[in-house]
């Protein structure tokens, strides 16, 4: 789905008042019927990481982190089965699984000897029972199923979801018996920046394709919608470097993007929100050698 500035505006704008839930998700599919719930949910994902970057810094002040604490003591005191810490969270506008690892870390201060590690916090939150707490172990569990935008269970959908695509674009590929290397050949040459696809021909040299003109020596598959800010932060962090060592190439942004930001074709980067179908290997057209 490819979105004007205009309406990719109009959706972000709806997003500002609205708190990170399933629910706010469905009103969203109401609000937008034509737009795909795919689209939406990573749009509205996006959108809410950019604010609680905004606000980050202010929920982790040694007067916060002390308030919120004492509350959820407070809280667990009077009805340990309530949903203290996701209540919490909703009402102060951060992430659940965020304000979960607030509480955690400090409860940890306090209860053991020495400063709890990151890998330690991080295989906590993974599976609360390693929580020595049981009030606060399912307290951090009710944050991390009731989050849809931060946490390690977002983060096992999001990394399933890459790789899902990244085997689909794969299946296409073959399906036009188009030869390529993989980014785990790629690095077993010695690439440490790869796409995730490079296009060759079976004497290992680089196959271009044309796609609407424009050749292509790369691919790489973003399970995402492509907005300002994530697509100028890939073009720094990878494409322009995809670019200098591999030539022009081609970025598919499943979940679509914004159609502005297609404005380096000449320069050598083309996206797509699905694999092209009018591709033709340069080899089919001309000789050869």
């Known amino acids: 789905m490819i979105l004007t500035k205009v309406q990719y505006d109009e959706i972000a704008q709806c997003l500002v008042s609205v708190p990170p839930t399933r629910q706010s998700l469905r009103k969203l599919k109401q609000r937008f019927p ?17 604010h609680i970057k905004r606000t980050h810094a202010k929920h982790h002040t040694s007067e916060a982190i002390e308030s919120y604490y004492q509350r959820y003591l407070n809280g667990v005191g009077r009805n340990g089965a309530a ?8 009402e102060v ?4 699984s965020l304000m979960a690892r607030i509480i955690l870390e400090r409860f940890l201060q306090e209860h053991e000897e020495t400063p709890p ?32 935008c931060y946490g390690p269970l977002v983060d096992c959908i999001k990394h399933a979801i890459g790789h899902e695509h990244e085997v689909l674009l794969r299946d296409m590929l073959l399906e036009k018996n188009l030869s390529f290397l993989d980014e785990d050949q790629l690095r077993a040459k010695g690439y440490d920046k790869t796409p995730d696809f490079i296009l060759q021909v079976p ?24 907005d300002e800010c994530s697509h100028h932060a890939y073009l720094h962090d990878q494409f322009w470097s995809y670019w200098n060592r591999f030539g022009p190439g081609l ?14 074709r000449e320069r050598g980067i083309l996206l797509k929100a699905c694999f092209p179908t009018d591709i033709v290997t340069l080899c089919h057209s001309v000789p050869c050698p």
Not at 34 to 50: G, N, R
Not at 83 to 90: G, Q
Request: glycine share 4%; net charge negative.
């Open 34 to 50: 034509s737009q795909s719930q795919a689209t939406l949910l990573s749009i509205f994902s996006q959108e809410y990481q950019k």
């Open 83 to 90: 949903p203290v810490l996701l209540e919490l969270a909703n």
């Open 93 to 96: 506008d951060y992430a659940p």
């Open 117 to 148: 590690s990151k890998s330690v916090i991080n295989s906590m939150l993974r599976d609360p029972s390693q929580i020595p707490d049981g009030v606060l172990a399912n307290q951090v569990y009710q944050c991390i199923v009731n989050d849809c």
């Open 203 to 226: 004497v290992v040299m680089l196959c271009p394709l044309a796609v609407e003109g424009h050749i292509i020596h790369w691919i790489e598959s973003k399970a995402s919608f492509g």
């Open 251 to 264: 970025v598919i942004y499943w979940y679509g993007f914004i159609q502005e930001l297609d404005c380096n």
